[in-house]
């Protein structure tokens, strides 16, 4: 059992920048990959971001590739997701969990404990 607590959100006008962290706690197993994932209400939850245990390797949504930027601190069991040049879709509430990749798509695994998550409001 673990536990990820999610924060940096908030409001932005598009074209700004915004960071989120995540920050890993009480986890007994290391997961292959960490990755962001986003939902807004009647749309399926998307996974836009992840990053192997080591950080060696980072995949992306087509939505975000060349915008957001996906990082981890090992020291501070933190992983962070760099989100610039936002449009009014990033609009969501942001979750981290523990993820895989199957043919470039972003999947989060079973057994997930999720945290609230963080909102991201981008607007005009």
């Known amino acids: 059992q673990g536990q990820v607590v999610e924060s940096g959100g908030g409001s932005v006008q598009a074209g700004g920048s915004l960071t989120l962290s995540c920050t890993v706690s009480?986890?007994?197993?290391?997961?292959?990959?960490w990755g962001w994932f986003r939902q807004t209400p009647g749309k399926e939850r998307e996974g836009v971001a992840a990053?192997?245990?080591?950080?060696?390797?980072?995949y992306y949504a087509d939505s975000v590739k060349g915008r957001f930027t996906i990082s981890r601190d090992h020291e501070n069991n933190t992983v962070y997701l760099q989100m610039n040049s936002l449009k009014g879709e990033d609009t969501a509430m942001y979750y981290c969990?523990?993820?895989?990749?199957?043919?470039?798509?972003?999947?989060?695994?079973?057994?997930?404990?999720w945290g609230q998550g963080t909102q991201v409001t981008v607007s005009s």
């Open positions: 990053i192997t245990r080591g950080g060696s390797v980072t």
């Open positions: 009480g986890y007994t197993y290391r997961p292959g990959y």
């Open positions: 969990a523990a993820a895989s990749v199957v043919l470039g798509r972003i999947y989060s695994n079973a057994n997930n404990n």
